[in-house]
C-alpha cells in the first residue's frame, strides 16, 4: 500500500507501513484514510519527534529475508537491500507538516 499525504502547501507519497508508524507516533490510529485538522498539526509533529527520538532507528518496512541459498554460516545476516530507519523517511513529512503549519493547513491521507 502508499499513503499519500495531502496538505494545501504540498503532498507526499509514502510507503504503507512506514506512514501508519509515523501516525501512530503523532497519536493517531495510523487508520487510512484520515485527517488532522490544522489547529492539531503542531502538538501531532512534536509526537512524531519525540516518538522519533526512541523509535527512530526501527526499519520500517523490515527488509526481506533472504534465500537460504544466499546465506552462508560464516557471514552475519546483511540485508539484501539497504535498510532505511523510520527517522529518514520521516524527514519529507516533518517538512510537510512544517510547510502545512506555517500555511495553517489541515493534513489528509489516502491510500494512492
Same mark, same amino acid.
Do not use: C, Y
Given at each position: ?19 501508519? =508508524? ?23 509533529? =512534536? ?18 529475508? !533472504? ?21 529518514? !523517511? ?8 512544517? !510547510? ?11 491510500? =494512492?
Amino acid at each position: 500500500m502508499i499513503v499519500s499525504f495531502i496538505t494545501g502547501n504540498g503532498h507526499l507519497q509514502m510507503h504503507g507501513e512506514a506512514a501508519v =508508524a509515523m501516525l501512530r507516533l503523532m497519536g493517531h490510529s495510523g487508520t487510512v484514510p484520515g485527517a488532522i485538522l490544522a489547529a492539531d498539526l503542531r502538538p501531532a509533529l =512534536a509526537a512524531l519527534r519525540k516518538g522519533l527520538e526512541t523509535s527512530g532507528d526501527a526499519i520500517v518496512p523490515p527488509p526481506p529475508p !533472504r534465500p537460504a541459498s544466499e546465506q552462508e554460516e560464516d557471514e552475519p545476516h546483511k540485508p539484501s537491500i539497504e535498510a532505511v530507519r523510520l527517522r529518514t !523517511r520521516a524527514v519529507p513529512l516533518i517538512d510537510l507538516l512544517e !510547510r502545512a503549519i506555517a500555511g495553517g493547513s489541515d493534513l489528509m491521507w489516502e491510500r =494512492a
